[in-house]
């Protein structure tokens, strides 16, 4: 994808949707339009958490809800061969921690070939770019109802509800 090019910006501009003008996160969405992929996300309202979890060690917190998410995903989403995630520290503590939290759901869901979850700098990592300009967008719906991927059919969104 040359979509720096396209929208005049530097070669090493790092895509991140917060830092983005308007017609670049536009650009971005529709180039997204002409690939195959899938992907499925988990809105949690960080606000609305009982305190046990809102308290929990950052690893395990987001080793809990990837795990709910995975619970939730289809199948034909849930058939990758890696999982990856913001952390540049070799081992990393936060895909140790997924690890641990999603091998029970995987072997719920049937899944005997468990996807590599690996740490990498977002900046060198394409696939973390477009997962922050998925984030930033379905956060942007539910604050601004400003949809940059309201065209995107292949984005499934999930909202995690607090337990009473």
Partial sequence: ????????LPQH??????????????????????????AAALL??????A????????PSFYGFFVADLIARMP???LQVRRILVD?????????RAIRIAISPVLRARNIERAPKVRGEPSHQ?????????????IVAREKTRNDYARRL????????EAQQ
């Fill in 13 to 38: 501009f790092e895509f991140h949707f917060a830092h983005c003008p308007n017609r670049v996160k536009e650009a971005f969405f529709g180039a997204l339009l002409l690939l195959r992929w899938d």
């Fill in 1 to 8: 994808m040359h979509l720096r090019g396209q929208c005049g």
């Fill in 75 to 77: 199948l034909a989403t």
């Fill in 87 to 95: 952390d540049q520290k070799k081992p990393s503590v936060l895909a």
């Fill in 51 to 58: 305190r046990d979890l809102a308290k929990m060690p950052e």
């Fill in 125 to 137: 990592c394409d696939g973390l770019k477009v997962a922050d300009m998925l984030a930033g967008t």
């Fill in 153 to 160: 059919d292949r984005l499934v969104v999930y909202r995690y």
């Fill in 44 to 49: 949690v309202d960080k606000r609305s958490l």
